[in-house]
């Protein structure tokens, strides 16, 4: 298993909602409760983008794509962070991956596609 674990990825109509969920099971509590986590996308031939961002005090940042349609959450207590997608638009299809960063450390998921 790696440091982040990617799930709820799937094919979903236009308009339509997913949950991403990333996990941390070889993270101890402390250290992800102090991690900046976030989720980027990636299309094919293209730079992977950042979609939204949660600091260890709950503050977050969204990219102006997913603004009023994402919601970066997290919970520190089961080391896992949240992506909810409504309005769901083709244009974000994508890979989307869970990042860290812990003590100026990167750390990335494997990633978990969303098709429509």
């Known amino acids: 298993q790696g440091p982040l674990v990617e799930s709820g990825g799937g094919l979903v109509q236009p308009g339509g909602s997913l949950r991403l969920s990333c996990a941390a099971p070889?993270?101890?509590?402390?250290?992800?409760?102090?991690?900046?986590m976030a989720w980027y996308r990636q299309v094919p031939g293209k730079e992977r983008d950042l979609v939204a961002i949660i600091t260890s005090a709950g503050t977050t940042n969204y990219a102006d794509s997913v603004k009023g349609r994402f919601t970066i959450s997290r919970d520190n207590s089961r080391k896992r962070v949240y992506l909810q997608m409504n309005d769901l638009a083709p244009e974000d299809t994508a890979v989307y991956y869970c990042?860290?960063?812990?003590?100026?450390?990167?750390?990335w998921g494997q990633g978990t596609q969303v098709n429509h």
């Open positions: 990042y860290r960063n812990y003590s100026g450390r990167d750390t």
């Open positions: 070889r993270m101890i509590f402390s250290t992800f409760s102090i991690s900046i």
